[in-house]
């Protein structure tokens, strides 16, 4: 009766991450190195210590080992909502009347509501450890900067968010989320640094972009030796925090004896997805038949247009540049309402596995994606955020697929998050007042041909 | 390390509910029937037909079963969530620098973010069963609604939900949360209804009463076989189908061999009270020394300030009346946030108990709960809805008077629900924009005085 969910005790949470790296050492390209935004050679990783906590840039460059440990002070915190469960579809597979069995880890249980917090707790405890008392970061529509605020409040460090204008004037609710967790959440542009006075003298009315925000943040970091910066996705340390997801997701599958045939997770930055899969990568290099599927939006499609090169990882240039898939870093992609998904680039991680046809990439369009999240709602109960709804809608395109075929498949995708502050945007999808964007080739060249071509 | 969370597993969510009221009959005064809302005089069950499903109704004047089967249907739809954690709040009891020994159950982790559909499972599953196709209800800030509205997409059940007009216009979200699960959601008052109409002909800007939406969903169920009512709080069915908090408390209590000597709940109609504390009364008249503590506002003080008496249970006189404590049925309480606390009566079994003194009761007001709940948020990181905030406010104080008697008291709430919806509360909280509001008896003499006085 009960096999609905598939849960772990609270020892069963994973007590190390996977590191993919050494794995991808052996692939046909290493892991290409970062390089310096400016003279666009191989960057020291020591250069990056007055952005961020040594411990985090020994784990970004760590090649050799498989498995990291797990601090105790943070297993302690992702005990208050991990493990997190995995639910069979069993209605949804119903709806669609199909013999695929569908399955969903629901990362939505955490309290800022979706996967971050997996890396924002360890960031937060690494920076502690070595003597940091204030962290600076941007958010975009909030998800980034409300998990930073959770896991600085637990482990009482100065918050400092810079949230891009718009979002801070038109979405609230997230602001009002970090204040309460004691997070200072400014508007960026700002008065509190060089660049945030000097696009406000040009224009006071900035409505702020996610590079100015990161710039911000940055510039704070390096000024101040008790300060560093955290950053949501993309990285290699970010992704090896958030192997705890399909870590777990491994031993659920043992219990109920399912072994997934296609692993499904919508893909911005790439954290959810990699979190997701990464621990299935191995297996399938070994001959398994798992096929592994990023999802991504027809706005903003990172994976499936755009190019595998060296790009910076901001808008403004001051981060590393990075090997990576990218619409070029000058790319502003249209207003789509799931915004986590809206990044020029891709982690260098999962753009490698792209690259080496490890994993499949598609994209769709906006109506659809929240007509598959309605469909959700109604059999499965779960109103799931903009961003994961993508994952939602290649699922049961997946399942109507083995409908076809009379395939009974087991497939599985990740619930990052919940769409409780997003119903904003269900409301306008209920209400006609979407629109479907497409972003063609011809539409990313310019921002493309503006790269310099790199040659190492 | 990891005994901060204290989890079941799905095959120990309760597979009955407790049923107070055999236990009530055996008290100085047993429960008191249900009078006819115009003839004054104890009512025949039966007569509820028209409105509540039959199996409902059996289960509202079951006096002697002391504990009734959970349909394996509902079981099915509760472990989507059930059983639901509990915590230690280790970092709130470092931060308070007491002795006590904090423990919270956590409801918010059902979809709708409350305890309510423990009861709205049930109710529409029952009333699916007895071929009912329509469920009308009211909703004030739309937790109940939401929950009801959860419940019926998942049997397929048609749901309209009556929401107070001006809790329509200023809180969208709850509203399109009903909407994405298929429910329609009414302003009220409404064109659909004789009552609505009525209204409307006199003042076609009325903002609407909790008392109005009531007598319009009781209004279409009357009028159509295939349609019922159904109720969030109040009734004993409502208070049996929340036990289920109570009884996996008492598991998880036991799993760490802690006895708890305060149980908390805040405390609107009653039902996450009771759902928390009924399966600790018998061990309470067996001579435990356990207390139990309703908490309230003081802007709607039932318990503290109000008579126990009889009175309707709505505004319009339309529901039957209720032996329990009330401010009179045509109270008004002042606009405070914690929404789902402005009742002007109590549940019978909650009054009862009250009576007789097996619980205690208090009331806070506005501004010291939500400071409380800034400390929790700021702790043990769950931002709580403000109704619950009211407990974490008792809880708090306990915990501080424990420590000033030198005391290891173990102390337990019920987190009733998140307060992911009621975000701009705790913004007008911080902007210092919150008023206290205390009522007097002599502010609540008039509406006591308008009730007839009734002698069985």
Tied chains: 1, 2.
């Excluded at 050494?22 to 935004?37: F, I, N, S």
């Excluded at 204030?134 to 998990?147: H, L, Y």
């Excluded at 979405?171 to 200072?184: H, L, S, V």
């Excluded at 406000?200 to 943040?217: F, M, R, V």
Aim: charged residues 25%; glycine residues 6%.
């Amino acid at each position: 009766m009960l096999e609905t969910k598939i849960i772990l005790e609270d020892k069963e949470i994973p007590k190390k991450w996977y590191n993919v790296l050494p794995e991808l050492t052996d692939l046909k390209t290493p892991l290409m190195p970062p390089l310096h935004p400016v003279e666009h050679t191989p960057m020291d990783p020591s250069l990056l210590e007055p952005l961020f906590a040594k411990k985090l840039i020994e784990q970004e460059t760590n090649m050799k080992d498989e498995y990291i440990d797990i601090p105790e002070e943070v297993l302690k915190v992702y005990s208050l909502w991990r493990p997190t469960p995995m639910f069979r579809a069993a209605k949804l597979e119903r709806a669609l009347g199909t013999p695929a069995r569908i399955y969903y880890k629901y990362e939505g249980v955490s309290p800022p509501g979706s996967h971050k917090p997996n890396t924002s707790v360890p960031q937060a405890y690494y920076n502690k450890v070595e003597g940091v008392t204030r962290i600076t970061t941007e958010t975009g529509a909030g998800q980034w900067g409300s998990a930073l605020a959770f896991a600085c409040q637990y482990f009482d460090l100065q918050c400092e968010v810079y949230m891009v204008r718009c979002s801070y004037d038109l979405k609230p609710y997230r602001r009002i989320m970090m204040n309460t967790w004691g997070a200072q959440c400014i508007a960026s542009p700002s008065t509190n640094t060089k660049i945030g006075n000097k696009i406000l003298k040009d224009n006071p009315e900035h409505s702020g972009t996610l590079g100015i925000a990161i710039s911000e943040a940055v510039e704070l970091a390096m000024q101040n030796d008790n300060t560093k910066y955290c950053l949501g996705s993309v990285l290699n340390h970010v992704m090896l925090h958030q192997t705890v997801i399909g870590l777990e997701a491994k031993k659920q599958f043992a219990k109920v004896d399912e072994t997934p045939d296609i692993l499904i997770g919508c893909c911005g930055g790439g954290s959810n997805f990699a979190g997701f899969v990464l621990p299935y990568v191995k297996d399938k290099k070994n001959g398994s038949k798992i096929r592994i599927i990023a999802v991504e939006p027809t706005a903003c499609p990172t994976l499936t247009k755009g190019e595998y090169r060296y790009d910076w990882g901001d808008t403004g240039h001051y981060a590393p540049m990075m090997m990576m898939y990218t619409l070029g870093s000058e790319f502003t992609p249209p207003p789509v309402h799931a915004g986590g998904l809206r990044y020029h680039g891709e982690s260098p991680i999962i753009s490698q596995l792209r690259k080496e046809e490890l994993i499949e990439a598609r994209a769709y369009h906006q109506l659809e994606v929240f007509e598959a999240a309605m469909l959700f709602a109604r059999t499965e109960g779960i109103i799931c955020a903009p961003e994961t709804s993508h994952a939602v809608k290649a699922t049961i395109d997946e399942a109507l697929k083995a409908k076809e075929e009379g395939k009974e498949k087991v497939i599985a995708f990740n619930l990052s998050g919940h769409g409780h502050f997003d119903l904003a945007s269900y409301l306008a999808f209920q209400n006609n007042e979407l629109t479907d964007y497409t972003v063609s080739k011809a539409d990313i060249e310019k921002t493309l041909a503006d790269l310099p071509d790199i040659q190492l």
